[in-house]
């Protein structure tokens, strides 16, 4: 099966602690991207990477970070300085980096919440 | 810069019953136009998209939307709701204009539940 795979489904951070959320794709597409999702918030754009190696800040990227050392992976870690890191974290990807009329394909989310 | 809105956060219809869910759009040029669905703790699924050509989209699960330049909207509809319908709906804008983003913008989600 062609996919995008997110791991875990549910995530628990502690106070201080730096916690990696995966991201999975085998539809060898280009670009990929990170959104967090509040409630009545709609998606908000973390990071997104065009290319192995190269990434991109979005609208919200403070206390995130990413890698993207393979096509297929693309890892977000949540710091300890994001401060309100209690979301719905969505990963997707599309076929074409630059492409403005491309659809996203998105996996199944990772909902991360602080003990 | 791109914005789009989706100005009702839940909308109510009968089974049976046609739906609306409305998206009005802001790009500087002509934009591109996306609807995706979110079912309760699962990712977005692409629904159907604008890009040129005909004003009626066609997409998936028997929905369809209508882009109007005159009104900068892309209402998504369908003709007869179904209750498996229910669910999260967000409207997105990606803007071709020379310097616009290619990322698209998403809106903030209309909620359309469907009553038996």
């Known amino acids: 099966d062609g996919g995008i795979t997110q791991s875990p489904k549910y995530l628990f951070r502690k106070e201080g602690q730096n916690v990696t959320l995966s991201c999975e794709q085998n539809?060898?597409?280009?670009?990929m991207y990170w959104y967090r999702q509040d409630p009545g918030q709609g998606l908000r754009l973390i990071y997104y990477?065009?290319?192995?190696?190269?990434?991109q800040k979005g609208d919200i990227a403070e206390g995130y970070s990413v890698s993207r050392e393979k096509k297929e992976s693309f890892p977000l870690t949540v710091t300890s300085a994001q401060k309100n890191p209690t979301a719905f974290y969505l990963c997707?990807?599309?076929?074409?980096?630059?492409?403005?009329?491309?659809?996203?394909?998105f996996g199944p989310g990772t909902r991360l919440l602080v003990l | 810069a791109q914005s789009v809105a989706q100005p009702e956060d839940q909308v109510n219809v009968a089974e049976g019953n046609p739906l609306t869910v409305k998206c009005t759009y802001s790009?500087?040029?002509?934009?591109?136009l996306f609807w995706y669905v979110q079912y309760p703790n699962r990712g977005l699924q692409f629904l159907l998209k604008?890009?040129?050509?005909?004003?009626l989209v066609k997409g998936s699960y028997g929905f369809e939307a209508e882009f109007n330049k005159s009104q900068t909207s892309f209402h998504l509809k369908k003709p007869s709701a179904l209750v498996s319908d229910s669910a999260l709906y967000f409207c997105?804008?990606?803007?071709?204009?020379?310097?616009?983003?290619?990322?698209?913008?998403f809106g903030r989600g209309t909620s359309l539940i469907v009553h038996p």
């Open positions: 604008y890009i040129t050509g005909d004003n």
């Open positions: 997105a804008v990606s803007d071709p204009a020379t310097g616009g983003s290619y990322i698209p913008t």
């Open positions: 539809l060898n597409h280009d670009a």
């Open positions: 990477s065009q290319i192995v190696n190269d990434f």
């Open positions: 790009v500087s040029g002509n934009p591109y």
């Open positions: 997707a990807s599309s076929i074409q980096a630059g492409g403005r009329s491309e659809t996203q394909y």
